[in-house]
């Protein structure tokens, strides 16, 4: 029978996305692994790949078109020897009803009368029971409760081998136990003025809308959720940077021949790695009701692109070197600007940086972004008069940081215990090549 194509789950935040573009036409074959379509997600533009062979017998999402619930159907695939005619209702949505042909074709050496029209569609606590039109027709006949019936077809969709098979009462096997339960959807935007209301306040001032697009719809409801719903606190640490300048431009110049050139950055990752393997209470993530403690140092690093931002994840940081760290972080940010990235890059990790010193921002609090335990907010290095070891006054490059916690799983003697471990490890870099 046809195969339905659904709206793919391209991350496990995605609750919806934009049908960018169709590789295929109707009456084109298509063979497993080919490239259907883009879709668009809340970060990224992906390619969706063939998972069945067969000929595209209907495509029932254009191009552009955005708002696509994740497994809305967007296409029918059909196999050998089936045509357009053998398909029949599906669950996409569509602006007015449509007829639907009949499913599957009549037994062999039945008669040539037309069929009666299917029973409506079924509905079981206010969902749709998916069931093609012939087995619903056998189900009224034989007095069955397609409730009681789980389907064998695609996507848990009711056939008719599965009415036949069934008894009045029965439930045939559960062809969808394995299914992955579905996420929670992400938390609304928090309750504010209406649309309207605003509108109205600002109905005398010229102004442009601006649509909100996936992304951005994102940022703003899971940073509302973090903010309200992480009980934040803040430590804050001035980090003396001279002696890791020093040290940086003595490796660039040595490292100048292969081409690399390590950023205070990517010393900032570093540190970070070893200070969750030298706190390893720290090196944790909320969990719901309890936390999970991680061996290793996942850092995820926050990167600005256009309309938002993405967090790339460096796994394993602590094992690896500065220049294997550099070109990573390279790599990844330029990927996340062109919106490149597979959702395993930037999904995970335990601990986030935001470095907003490079655009000349002295200090800031950054939001936790859960479950994540912890960020660091890093801002530029200044110019200021510090008070030497030797109680001689001086002038040294001062780094000002802030490490945003969430309480429920680092207290504060252990958010200073690693704020300290930050600390101490960018004031003596070489340490951290041990």
Request: some cysteine; charged content about 25%.
């Amino acid at each position: 029978m046809p195969t339905e194509i659904l709206m793919p789950a391209l991350s496990p935040t995605m609750e919806e996305g934009t049908l960018a573009k169709w590789h295929v036409k109707e009456g084109d074959t298509v063979s497993s692994g080919d490239i259907m379509a883009e879709i668009e997600t809340d970060k990224a533009t992906m390619e969706f790949e063939a998972v069945d062979e067969g000929v595209m017998g209907k495509i029932l999402i254009a191009e552009g078109t955005e708002g696509v619930k994740v497994n809305d159907v967007i296409a029918v695939l059909l196999e050998e020897g089936e045509s357009a005619d053998d398909i029949g209702e599906t669950s996409a949505p569509a602006p007015a009803a449509q007829p639907a042909a009949a499913a599957e074709a009549a037994p062999a050496g039945g008669s040539d009368k037309a069929a009666p029209p299917a029973p409506a569609a079924p509905v079981k606590d206010g969902n749709r029971i998916f069931a093609t039109p012939l087995a619903r027709r056998i189900a009224a006949d034989k007095g069955l409760d397609l409730a009681e019936i789980t389907g064998s077809g695609p996507h848990g969709r009711i056939i008719k081998a599965d009415v036949e098979n069934a008894k009045p009462g029965a439930k045939t096997a559960d062809a969808s136990a394995a299914a992955p339960k579905a996420e929670a959807p992400a938390a609304a935007m928090a309750a504010g003025p209406s649309t309207d209301a605003v509108l109205k306040t600002y109905a005398d001032r010229p102004f442009e809308e601006v649509k909100l697009d996936g992304m951005r719809k994102t940022i703003a409801a899971r940073l509302t959720e973090a903010k309200q719903s992480v009980p934040h606190f803040y430590l804050r640490r001035d980090i003396q940077l001279d002696a890791l300048l020093k040290f940086r431009s003595q490796l660039n110049k040595q490292l100048e021949p292969r081409g690399v050139k390590l950023s205070v950055n990517d010393f900032i990752i570093k540190a970070c790695a070893l200070a969750l393997q030298q706190v390893p209470e720290a090196n944790a993530v909320w969990a719901g009701d309890r936390t999970l403690q991680f061996e290793k140092s996942d850092v995820a690093v926050a990167v600005a692109i256009e309309g938002g931002l993405f967090t790339p994840v460096l796994k394993d940081a602590e094992m690896k070197s500065l220049s294997a760290l550099s070109a990573e972080m390279k790599d990844l940010a330029s990927r996340a600007r062109d919106r490149k990235l597979a959702p395993h890059e930037y999904q995970g990790g335990s601990f986030a940086i935001s470095n907003l010193g490079m655009f000349g921002i002295d200090n800031f609090d950054a939001i936790i972004n859960p479950p994540h335990a912890a960020i660091l907010a890093v801002g530029a290095g200044v110019k200021k008069p510090i008070v030497g070891a030797d109680g001689e006054l001086a002038v040294g490059t001062v780094m000002s940081t802030t490490l945003s916690v969430d309480h429920r799983v680092i207290d504060g003697a252990l958010g200073a215990n690693l704020l300290q471990a930050i600390k101490d490890n960018l004031e003596n870099p070489m340490t951290m090549l041990a």
